[in-house]
Structures are given as structure tokens and as C-alpha cells.
């Protein structure tokens, strides 16, 4: 037996619509009960059927968050899966191919193809359909893991269909697994993974946790218009609140999702809509009543290539500058960028408290790969778990003749009673046109610049959890590297590399992206020698935030990728020594 | 029990003189004292326009949100708490132009809620142009030519959209839009009453005497049935759209919120917010 790794990367790849995702789901979950540590990527189509797509998981016996470089092993169910994909392989990967379509190793390619008759396999169990469990068999038998662990995933799979039906699954995922061991000799020694922990962690998308994230929140209504890459967070939630006396609606448009969610949440329900650039551009107008209104509002928005319809279905980040400016006017606003499948869940909390405290929109940028790619989560603690409703009032005092609630109310921090419709002691009135303590109309210059001031000065002391995540452990470090949302571990494979070449690294991923964290950020700008801000979008757009309110921009450079693709730790790793 | 002056506040509305909106309002105030409201339990939200303005004008719960959006902002608050009557109100470019889409699919989906409309067949608040309710040919600063677009039918609209409510009035008709209105409230779904509100500054054509001849009342066929829903539409359609009076009802249809899986008949903004351990668990228990 040869040394064991700690870690492979796999891909299966084919046409949209044939299994590739089941075949992927099956496997991984089966790695996930054994304690794996997991991270998936997603490359598809804006398709229903047919077109190239396909799903590539890191497998390691220790935590990671992005996605290798290189593959390890190759499932393809046809020549266009390998022609597109071999090239990733390091040398001596491993392709497991349907032998229907004739397989072959493009030229310059140093890999072993193993062609399993997959489809044949399948339809002799009665359906091509079970390709899928053929298919995932192969690469579990490769891997020489216990098959028992992976018939109880199956199990659960298709328990739902019958005794016969798991069988069957069971009894193709056997011929699969004998096929490819009788053909390359028993599991390949090189593939042998350590032993993991034993220890099942969560395995979810972004955009689950989102929804698991806003159901512990409280959050009991969802209006929604469907969009990639943000509908999984509204189809999580159609199934799940029903349970919690809540509901999900599916509006007409995403103006009506907007303006639906401020009216639930001026009359007193947790309510959130979710969207991606599209969708985003038709809410302007909405955020600015919600801000002039200073009505709770909970946007998810799960950022996609850009502008107009874009690259719908490939990841980008390239909506900051419409999330952190957009709606005309002038409004606060809080913009919070998970960056891991853990703060997808616990930002939803916090995005929640923060709208009703603040009593402002809050928008909580994710992008594609975040909210689509499955991976390994840490336990999610719900005991940490506190709802926080700001100042809101109940069971106010009678109102006496024609006096109204102060709604508006001048304080010291900005932020007004705000009590619920329904209130008897509550009555006032709410207005996107500018207006008094009680939410009349007004003109009045003084009243203006007062309630401007009021509004705009609720976000002067606002510091979210975790605003800043720093990783520096060195005080004068050659390079800090900054970035947002999903880049986060791929940065930090770079900077093991980066390590190895001697170039010392500093790494901070913003996760407060409005109001600025200029002041936090300052000294580790000035302590680097050089700065480099990594992001998927064209014009640097984070960069530019940091150039306008934490300064240094002498020193900060820009690593920008907006091709579709999220970046892999070997370009990070060489743009970074190449700039150092 | 409060009667409608508790539903007037000291607010002067910047309405013209003599503009149609003066007795929608008052219609609405005496409507929701009629049927037994508190100023509490009612919530008005309304669009942008001049008839958008009404919902700072009646002592209750007000909302006074963006142009063409008082339905979805409306459908959001009865959604949260259905405890509340709600009335959405808007002028007809809030409705019928700009508003269109959430119109149609607001009456689709039927939440119990009622949406008044005020009705004056030409953009006030900008002084002067065209709305999708003007005549063909009528001349506006938008259509100096007159206009040349078909007039939109939103009675026919709603019928076809499916709409259990549907009724049209005349703001000079203080009793007749009054009972109507609390006909809307108390029906259990989406309520659409149009009313026309002579705009006495820039329309000179659809004048109160113009409609007062032009209108047919249903008042005039004792036979008429309101559940009937294709002579609604023929009768609709015979009379161009002049018909005031409850012109379609459908009461089997439940409301939208009747019809939600799991949705209790209290105000969901009353219901507890936290999960219990064991909820929680049973949630994150399908991610291992």
C-alpha cells in the first residue's frame, strides 16, 4: 500500500439533464457520512436539457474552502466532457468513461482511461436512467471506501420508492464498482485517502443556509421572483415555512417582491426577498422607500455575471457598487458579504437584528459560487441565536385628540420608536415624501436637513460581527491580500504557496462592505508592504472602496477575473508572487 | 364604537376645489365606521398621485408608498398581519399604467383586501397629460393631437383576470360609493371598486355633468344578477364600461389567505419568532 493523501479532487462531467448532479449528490454525500471534508463547484448551463455541464468536489480529510486546481479523477459520460475537462488533470489522473461513446485521451494528455460500459450496465438493470449510480459506483470503488457506507446513502436516496428500487440502485452501483476494479486491478493505491474524522458535518449550499439561516432568524415571509442564482433560497423556504405558520409568495415581478416585503415588515412579520443583478436593479426604487420610510428589509442578493442578462449562470462580483450606491437619493444602508457556508447562515441573524434595529435595508451579497457550490459546514449553534427587534414599542400609550405616534421621532442615535400597525397608541403616518416626527408631509427646510441627519447618522456606530476577518499574523508582511465572499479559501491556498517562496502574507476578507470599515482596516494597510485586492469583477470595484475611504492607494493593486470562472489558488498564487 | 369623524384627522388635502376625491374620502371614513372599525384596525395604503395623497387624510394606519406600488406594499401588509382591513387606493395611472402588472396579478391571487381607485381618466399631479383611461382622441399635454391609444377597459380586465369583486362608482354618489365600499371590505377576497373623480382642473370633458349622463346604473335592471359573471361582462360591455354599481361578486372563492397551507387565522406579526431546540435540529438534520 502506497502513502495515503489527504486529499483529491474529482469531477463528473456530461450533458445537463443526464445525472450528472445525482451522481454527484449521491457521492458526496456518502463521502460526507464519513466525516470528508467537502467543496463543490457547479459549472452549468442557462439551460433546461442538453449543453455541457459539470460538478467537481474537493475531497480532503481537513477543512477547505475552495476549489483545486488540478483533478484527480475524471467521470465522463461523453468525448465532450473529457475534451473540455482533461486538461485539468494532473498527471496520471484518472478517467472513467462510458465506453458506449468510444473514449479516448485527447493528445498531450497523461492520463489512464478506464471505459466502463455505463449506459450498458444501467439498461441491463431495465434503465439508462441508473448511469448515475454505475457511474458514482466506479469512483467509490476506485477510492477503495467502504461500500456499505455508500449503499446507506443510496438507501436514503430512493427509500422513499420502494425496496425494489434501492435494489436495483444498490445492485448498479455493484456492477459499476466490480467493472472498474476488475479493469484496473483492485482500488488504485494512489487514490487512498487517509482515514477522516468520523465526524458528519452539514453539507449544504449557500443558499440553503440562507434559508435555514432566515427561518432562525424569524423570518416567517419570503416574497420572491425566480432567478439564478437565487431561487433555491426561495424553494428551501416554500417547503420549510408552511411549518413556522409562515408562506412563500411568488410575485409577479421583483418590484412587487420588494415592495410586498416592506409592506410585511412596516406590519410586523420578518420578511425577505432574494434576487441576483436582474432582479436587483428592479428593486432600486423599493430600497430608497424602505430607507426614506425606515422600514426593516432583508434583501438577499446572490451576485451573477453582469450587466443586463450577463453570463446568468457563472459566477461574479460585480454588483457592489449598485448595492452600496443603488437607489437614487440618499439613504443608509447596510451591505454584509458572507464569505464562508457558516456566516451564510449566521449573517441572516444579523442581517435581521441589523434592519430591525437600524431600521434600514440591509442587503446580503453573496455570490455564485457561495450560494451554489455544496460544501461542508461546522455545526450550526442555535443557542448563539438572539432576535433583536430594535426599539420597538408594544402596547403604546393612548394617543390623546388628533396627536399621533412619533414614528419619526428625533433621538440621540437616530433611531425612532417604531410601533405596528393594529397598535391602538401607535397611529401615524408613513411616507416615501419627505415628512415630520408623525410622518406628515413637509417641506420645511429645517425639518429636512433634521430628518436627513436623523436618518443618515443610525449607521455612524455600526460594527457588524466579524466586519473585518483578519488573518495576520505577520506585523510587516510583504503582501496583504484582500477579498470578499467566496475567494476567501482560495486565497489562502495561494498564500501556502506564497509562503513556501518565501513571500510573507497578511490576508483580510471585508465582510462589512457598507458602511466602509475604514478605520479597522487602516493599519493593516499601512503595516503591508504591498496591497492586493483580489475580486471577479472588471472595474476593482472593492478596491475602490478601499481607496476611497481607508486611502493608501499607492500601494494597492487589483487581481480582477470576470470571465465566468472563480479563480483558482495557481493564478491567485502567480498574479500575487508576480506583483509582490 | 367609533363613528366616522374618528376617522378624520386635521390634515387639509392639497385636492383642488371641487376635485371628486373630497367624497371618496369621506366615502371610505363613513364606510369603515359603518362596518365597526376602529381607526386601529385599518390600514390605508396608497400610491403616488393626487389621489395617492388619501392615505394621510383618514385617521388610521397609513402607508403613502412609491408610484404604482400600493398593491403589492397592501398585499404585503395583510399577508403580515390579516387581523387588519386593509384598503389599497390610487389614482388611475397609479393603477392602470404604471401598476398595471400588480394589478391583474393582485386580483388573481385574491388576498381579502379592497383596492379603490380613483378614477379621473387623466395624470393630475403632473398637470395634464394622458392616462391609459382617457378617451381616443382626447387632447392632453401629452397627446396635443388627441389621443391615439385604445382606452383601457379595467373592468373587463379584472373580469377576465378572475376578479370576485368588481364595482364601479361615482364620487358624486356619496351613498352609493359608501355601501359599496363596505360591501368590498366585508367581502372575503380581493375587492376592485373603480370610481370616477372628476378632475375639475384638467379635464374638461369627463366633467360631473358629462358623467352624470353618461352613466348607467345598475340600479336601473332589478333582474340583474351580480354572480352571473357572463352577463357581468356583456353588460360591462353594452354599457362601455359607464355601469356603476356592484357589478360581479363571487362568494365561493376563499381568499388567498384561506388557502395557504398552514396559515393560521392569526395576524402572523403576533406569532412567536423563536424555534425550539428540537425544530431547529429537525431542520439541520437533512444537511448530514
Known amino acids: ?580 | 364604537m367609533a363613528t366616522f369623524k374618528e376617522f378624520r384627522n386635521n390634515v387639509k388635502p392639497n385636492w383642488c376645489p371641487g376635485c371628486g376625491d373630497f367624497s371618496i374620502q369621506a366615502a371610505i371614513q363613513r364606510a369603515a365606521a359603518n362596518v365597526g372599525l376602529e381607526p386601529e384596525q385599518l390600514a390605508v395604503i396608497s400610491g403616488i398621485g393626487c389621489s395617492g395623497r388619501i392615505s394621510g387624510y383618514i385617521n388610521a394606519y397609513g402607508f403613502h408608498g412609491i408610484h404604482g406600488r400600493a398593491l403589492p406594499i397592501a398585499q404585503g401588509v395583510k399577508l403580515a398581519n390579516r387581523e387588519l382591513t386593509v384598503i389599497a387606493s390610487g389614482g388611475d395611472g397609479d393603477g392602470f399604467a404604471i401598476g398595471m402588472g400588480h394589478t391583474v396579478h393582485a386580483i388573481r391571487r385574491n388576498l381579502n383586501i379592497t383596492y379603490i381607485v380613483m378614477d379621473n381618466q387623466i395624470y393630475g399631479l403632473t398637470k395634464g397629460q394622458t392616462s391609459p383611461r382617457s378617451a381616443e382622441g382626447f387632447k392632453t399635454k401629452s397627446t396635443p393631437e388627441g389621443s391615439i391609444e385604445t382606452t383601457l377597459s379595467p373592468l373587463e380586465i379584472a373580469m377576465s383576470a378572475g376578479a370576485t369583486f368588481v364595482a364601479q362608482s361615482f364620487s358624486s354618489d356619496l351613498k352609493g360609493l359608501t355601501s359599496l365600499i363596505e360591501q368590498g371590505i366585508k367581502h372575503e377576497g380581493f375587492s376592485l371598486i373603480n370610481v370616477f373623480s372628476p378632475c375639475v382642473t384638467f379635464n374638461k370633458i369627463n366633467t360631473y355633468d358629462w358623467f352624470k349622463e353618461n352613466i348607467v346604473s345598475l340600479d336601473q335592471f332589478p333582474d340583474y344578477d351580480p354572480s352571473d359573471r357572463v352577463a357581468a361582462m356583456n353588460k360591462i360591455m353594452e354599457t362601455n364600461g359607464m355601469l356603476t354599481g356592484l357589478i360581479y361578486q363571487n362568494t365561493t372563492r376563499k381568499s388567498y389567505e384561506d388557502m395557504i397551507v398552514g396559515f393560521k387565522p392569526e395576524a402572523l406579526a403576533k406569532q412567536d419568532l423563536a424555534l425550539t431546540q428540537e425544530q431547529f435540529d429537525q431542520l439541520v438534520s437533512e444537511f448530514k
Open chain 1, 1 to 580: 500500500m502506497g502513502i495515503l493523501i489527504s486529499q483529491l479532487s474529482w469531477k463528473i462531467g456530461g450533458q445537463q439533464g443526464e445525472g450528472v448532479e445525482s451522481t454527484d449528490r449521491i457521492f458526496s454525500t456518502a463521502l460526507n457520512r464519513l466525516g470528508y471534508y467537502l467543496y463543490g463547484y457547479r459549472h452549468f448551463s442557462s439551460r433546461i436539457k442538453g449543453g455541457h455541464t459539470n460538478n467537481k468536489i474537493r475531497i480532503s480529510t481537513k477543512p477547505i474552502r475552495a476549489i483545486s486546481d488540478d483533478l484527480d479523477i475524471l467521470v465522463a459520460f461523453d468525448q465532450e466532457s473529457i475534451d473540455l475537462n482533461a486538461h485539468e488533470l494532473r498527471k496520471g489522473g484518472v478517467i472513467v468513461a462510458d465506453a458506449k461513446f468510444d473514449p479516448s485521451v485527447p493528445e498531450g494528455i497523461d492520463a489512464r482511461l478506464f471505459p466502463v460500459p455505463i449506459t450498458k450496465l444501467a439498461e441491463e438493470l431495465g434503465t439508462s436512467l441508473m448511469k448515475n449510480m454505475v457511474a458514482s459506483g466506479a469512483s467509490w470503488a476506485l477510492l477503495g471506501l467502504p461500500l456499505e457506507v455508500f449503499n446507506k446513502a443510496v438507501e436514503e436516496e430512493f427509500g422513499r420508492k420502494g425496496p425494489a428500487i434501492v435494489e436495483k440502485n444498490i445492485e448498479a452501483v455493484k456492477r459499476g464498482a466490480d467493472f472498474v476494479l476488475e479493469l484496473a486491478g483492485g482500488p488504485l493505491d494512489e487514490f487512498k485517502l487517509e482515514e477522516a474524522d468520523g465526524k458528519q458535518k452539514l453539507f449544504m449550499i449557500g443558499n440553503e443556509a440562507i434559508g435555514l439561516g432566515s427561518i432562525a432568524a424569524g423570518c416567517r415571509l419570503m416574497s420572491a421572483y425566480p432567478i439564478t442564482p437565487a431561487s433555491e433560497i426561495m424553494e428551501y423556504l416554500i417547503k420549510k415555512l408552511p411549518k413556522f405558520g409562515g408562506t412563500v409568495i411568488q410575485t409577479e415581478d421583483e418590484i412587487a417582491a420588494v415592495t410586498m416585503a416592506i409592506g410585511a415588515n412596516y406590519a410586523g412579520v420578518r420578511t425577505m426577498t432574494a434576487s441576483a443583478g436582474p432582479g436587483l436593479s428592479l428593486m432600486m426604487e423599493a430600497i430608497g422607500l424602505a430607507g426614506m420610510t425606515e422600514t426593516p428589509l432583508v434583501i438577499v442578493n446572490t451576485q451573477r455575471g453582469g450587466p443586463s442578462t450577463g453570463l446568468p449562470t457563472k459566477q461574479e462580483q460585480s454588483d457592489l457598487n449598485a448595492m452600496v450606491y443603488g437607489t437614487h437619493g440618499e439613504i443608509p444602508k447596510i451591505v454584509i458579504a458572507p464569505a464562508s457556508i457558516e456566516d451564510c447562515f449566521y449573517d441572516m441573524i444579523e442581517a435581521f437584528n441589523l434592519s430591525e434595529q437600524y431600521q434600514v435595508p440591509v442587503i446580503v451579497m453573496t455570490d455564485l459560487q457561495l450560494s451554489l457550490g455544496k460544501q461542508s459546514c461546522e455545526p450550526l449553534d442555535y443557542s448563539k441565536i438572539q432576535i433583536a427587534r430594535g426599539k420597538l414599542v408594544q402596547d403604546a400609550p393612548a394617543l390623546e385628540g388628533a396627536e399621533l405616534f412619533k414614528r419619526y421621532e428625533f433621538t440621540e442615535d437616530g433611531v425612532s420608536p417604531r410601533v405596528l400597525p393594529g397598535e391602538k397608541g401607535g397611529l401615524h403616518h408613513v411616507t416615501g415624501v419627505e415628512h415630520d416626527e408623525v410622518g406628515r408631509p413637509s417641506e420645511s427646510a429645517v425639518n429636512r436637513r433634521r430628518m436627513m441627519d436623523k436618518r443618515l447618522k443610525k449607521l455612524n456606530a455600526l460594527e457588524i460581527r466579524d466586519a473585518l476577518r483578519i488573518d495576520a499574523p505577520i506585523e510587516k508582511p510583504d503582501l496583504l491580500i484582500i477579498g470578499m465572499g467566496s475567494t476567501g479559501g482560495t486565497i489562502d491556498a495561494a498564500r501556502e504557496r506564497l509562503k513556501q517562496d518565501g513571500i510573507s502574507s497578511n490576508h483580510i476578507t471585508i465582510r462589512q462592505i457598507h458602511p466602509f470599515p475604514a478605520d479597522a482596516l487602516k493599519p493593516y494597510l499601512e503595516a503591508a508592504k504591498k496591497v492586493i485586492v483580489i475580486e471577479n469583477n472588471a472595474t476593482a470595484q472593492l478596491a475602490g472602496q478601499i481607496k476611497m475611504y481607508a486611502g493608501n492607494s499607492e500601494k494597492i493593486e487589483s487581481l480582477l477575473k470576470y470571465d465566468g470562472n472563480p479563480f483558482l489558488p495557481l493564478e491567485i498564487y502567480k498574479a500575487c508572487k508576480e506583483m509582490s
